[in-house]
């Protein structure tokens, strides 16, 4: 049992175990990017078709709901492009600069 466990250890030292636990944390970062956009996407889609809220002063509360619901979805989508921009300059730094790589393209 202890030369699976001194194996795991090693392995976790390595560079590339190292690298690859980055890379997986950079790769959940853009997969919340890409889920707040398609939550954006999707609710401005679906309530454009509903444009009769937009039409009459009458629906004053149920337009400050929308309103206030887009601005919730567009702060969400924006905290996480933000997020994903600094991300990537630290993923981008750890792997490539720390480590003396020569960069190539990333794949996203």
């Given at each position: 049992m202890s030369n699976e466990f001194e194996l795991q250890q090693k392995l976790k030292g390595l560079p590339g175990f190292k690298i690859q636990e980055k890379?997986?944390?950079?790769?959940i970062i853009k997969y919340i990017f890409d889920k707040n956009f398609d939550e954006v996407e999707?609710?401005?889609?679906?309530?454009?078709k509903k444009e009769a809220a937009f039409?009459?002063?009458?629906?004053r509360e149920q337009i400050d709901k929308l309103l206030y619901e887009?601005?919730?979805k567009?702060?969400?989508?924006?905290s996480s492009a933000f997020s994903l921009v600094d991300h990537t300059r630290v993923y981008f730094r750890e792997i490539y600069i720390d480590n003396h790589y020569q960069p190539t393209k990333l794949k996203i």
């Open positions: 890379t997986e944390r950079f790769y999707k609710f401005l889609e679906s309530e454009l039409t009459t002063v009458q629906n887009i601005t919730r567009l702060y969400n989508y924006i």
